[in-house]
């Protein structure tokens, strides 16, 4: 944040902005908040204890404990029974590495109230935090048991499963997300990474079809672009590639080298990656290459 | 077997740099020597940010590797090592994802090393190196390099006062890697604005 003096109302507004999109902007809203918001802070509002809570987390995560607890302080006045604001608290203690205490806190919460789904996720970043990713892996499967339709689960879960090297695994939590959102780039563009790394002919062409299916829906997505590039080049010089695919691939990574170029050139840019582009596109197609 | 690693002002600056600008997510990047380098004494003179998300996954592993190759050879440099900051604060081994890339570049350049950052030594006024290095050896063998063996150049010192001044500027901010490049292609993976301001 450049400028220096803000006003306190701007800064209210971009507060909001940032809640409403979850931006991770933790830095920022520690300096905001230190410099202008907490001057005006009555004037918020009921605003005022979402702002909090922002402030709150976004302190744990900068690790500025004496925000973080003035912030817990004022909302625990205002809501002393509040299990939301004992999630916090468990918060708190997972930031500073007290995890034993963390999860007793979230146990009583979810012990009064089963379907409190957020308690449940913060056991998960707790194992998490700790490299636990099995345990973690084995508490995000029994949450998604009940609460299926949680997008932002499946993500994570796809995530750690990645980590682990679990390609099928991966690749059926992505399989929900697409269900869910059957037009979302984003979900298929993931599709096409995982089953590409998986390895193998078939698994290449099903990573084909996906990166074409997401530059389709958005022709802007630059990870969609490559990943068709490439998997159409590898496709193109493998030798178990009928001829017919073999002139679609050619087809399709010179469709994908003209967008990207074409996306270069908007940018006006004198970048690197601009040149290199007519590199890619010049692999030797028509030979066997080593793939 | 190489007897010491050497890191250059600007290849230990922008690994410390990408760690603080996602202290939240893994991050990785790989590491470039001059061409013909010795594998007695390995010097870094620049590393190149990666990725920020979902570092497991290959394609676009693939994609940056290709254009940073191609960058090497007109550049007169080699990629030859890796570094990696884990997700989690007190995680301190190499994962299977860094060892694996870690071998691939070692393929192309014998005894790469692996340069872990240990996150728990991070601050915002740098006291300690906050890296330790692996080697790959032959065989498959992963062996610890001693700190003697491993510096920064000019030395330690002068390098940890220069990042600090860095990271007190915020100029992480500015660090652009590869997958920052991904989502907005007009963003330079190279860097070349901030090497002025490291110098």
């Known amino acids: 944040m450049e400028k220096q003096f803000k006003h306190w109302e701007d800064v209210r507004d971009l507060f909001r902005n940032w809640r409403e999109e979850n931006c991770r902007q933790s830095e920022d809203v520690v300096d905001l908040w230190k410099e202008v918001l907490v001057n005006h802070f009555s004037k918020l509002g009921d605003e005022g204890w979402l702002v909090l809570e922002q402030v709150f987390i976004a302190a744990l995560d900068c690790h500025s404990m004496e925000v973080a607890n003035f912030c817990l302080s004022k909302l625990n006045q205002e809501f002393p029974d509040s299990m939301r604001v004992k999630r916090l608290k468990a918060m708190k203690y997972e930031a500073l590495e007290r995890y034993e205490d963390a999860l007793d806190i979230l146990d009583i919460i979810i012990k009064k109230d089963e379907t409190n789904a957020a308690s449940r996720k913060r056991k998960v970043t707790i194992y998490k935090s700790q490299g636990m990713i099995i345990e973690a892996i084995k508490e995000l499967t029994d949450y998604l048991r009940i609460f299926m339709a949680d997008q932002e689960a499946w993500m994570e879960l796809s995530d750690l499963y990645i980590s682990q090297q679990e390609w099928n695994k991966a690749a059926f939590c992505v399989e929900e997300l697409i269900l869910h959102s059957p037009f979302n780039h984003l979900y298929l563009q993931r599709y096409a990474e995982i089953k590409y790394t998986q390895g193998g002919y078939e698994n290449l062409e099903v990573a084909r079809s996906y990166y074409a299916q997401a530059a389709k829906l958005n022709p802007n997505n630059v990870r969609a672009l490559y990943g068709l590039l490439l998997t159409s080049v590898h496709m193109a010089s493998n030798s178990k590639c009928p001829s017919q695919k073999k002139k679609e691939s050619i087809k399709l990574s010179e469709w994908a080298t003209n967008q990207l170029s074409q996306l270069q050139s908007s940018n006006d840019s004198k970048l690197f990656s601009s040149q290199i582009l007519e590199g890619m596109g010049n692999l030797q197609i028509g030979n066997d290459a080593k793939n | ?199």
């Open chain 2, 1 to 199: 077997m190489a007897s010491s690693c050497e890191l250059s002002k600007l290849a230990y600056s922008k690994i410390i740099l990408h760690a603080f600008k996602y202290p939240h997510t893994a991050v990785n990047g790989v590491l470039l020597a001059n061409e013909g380098s010795s594998n007695h004494s390995v010097k870094y003179v620049d590393a190149i940010p990666l990725f920020h998300h979902n570092l497991g996954l290959a394609p676009m592993l693939e994609v940056a590797l290709m254009q940073i190759d191609s960058y090497c050879r007109t550049a007169g440099l080699v990629i030859a090592g890796y570094y990696h900051a884990s997700e989690a604060l007190a995680e301190m081994s190499p994962d299977i994802v860094s060892q694996r890339i870690c071998e691939k570049i070692a393929e192309y350049f014998p005894n790469a090393c692996l340069v872990l950052i240990n996150n728990r030594q991070l601050a915002k006024q740098m006291t300690n190196t906050s890296l330790s290095v692996v080697q790959y050896c032959d065989g498959g063998k992963w062996k610890v390099k001693d700190k003697e063996n491993f510096k920064i150049l000019p030395n330690n010192d002068t390098a940890l006062d220069s990042v600090s001044n860095l990271l007190s500027k915020k100029l992480y901010k500015k660090l652009v890697d590869f997958d920052d490049h991904l989502d907005d292609i007009s963003q330079d993976w190279l860097n070349v604005n901030l090497k002025s301001m490291i110098d």
